[in-house]
């Protein structure tokens, strides 16, 4: 998550401290683990920068 935040304000030329806050308990520990990926079943070829000059070129 830390690695979107800072694209996203990087890419937004926005200046602002990104800090990492621990989540307790299994769903957090899943995430972190990457239980909701599903590289097997990926779809699209779309990065996460593509996304964001798309949506800030389009604003």
Same mark, same amino acid.
Do not use: D, I
């Given at each position: 998550?830390k ?10 030329g926005?200046?602002?401290?990104v800090f +990492?806050?621990?989540v307790?308990g299994k %769903?957090?520990? &899943?995430?972190a ?5 599903t590289?097997?079943?990926?779809v699209?070829?779309? +990065?996460w920068?593509?996304?964001?000059? %798309?949506?800030? &070129?389009?604003?």
């Amino acid at each position: 998550m830390k690695e979107l935040e800072r694209s996203y304000l990087e890419a937004t030329g926005r200046r602002r401290p990104v800090f +990492t806050m621990k989540v307790p308990g299994k %769903a957090a520990r &899943a995430y972190a683990a990457g239980g909701n990926l599903t590289p097997e079943q990926a779809v699209g070829g779309r +990065t996460w920068e593509e996304l964001l000059a %798309a949506k800030l &070129a389009a604003a």
